[in-house]
């Protein structure tokens, strides 16, 4: 599961919590980024961070859970988060057996994107 979570002056930061298949924490961990304000390229960024980790521990099998419904190529209208997107596409089109979904508020609705 990953989010972004808050915005400072300075930063912002976004989350992640990644668990096994029964629903055991690995890691929790939270990730700053230095001027990024915009919410959806904290989303994609913390996003991809969560892949990264998962397939540096071979956990190569993995789906990823978030409520950034946003997330989607026509809902993308500017060029930075454009290019963080497609990069973010690219890199799970590479690595076929992650995916990504969209879960509700109340966790009961889920959506497969990218």
Known sequence: MW??????????TG??????????ILLAKGVQFS?????????????????FWCLAHVYMETSFEG?????????????WSGAILEEVVHYFALHSRLNVRFVGRNSTDYVSFL
Not at 68 to 75: E, P, Q, V
């Open 3 to 12: 989010d972004d979570a808050t915005k400072s002056e300075s930063h912002s």
């Open 15 to 24: 989350g992640m919590n990644i668990m096994d298949q029964r629903g055991m």
């Open 35 to 51: 001027d990024i304000y915009n919410p959806m390229v904290v989303e994609l960024l913390v996003l991809q961070e969560a892949a």
């Open 67 to 79: 409520d950034a419904n946003k997330i989607n190529r026509s809902d993308i209208r500017d060029n």
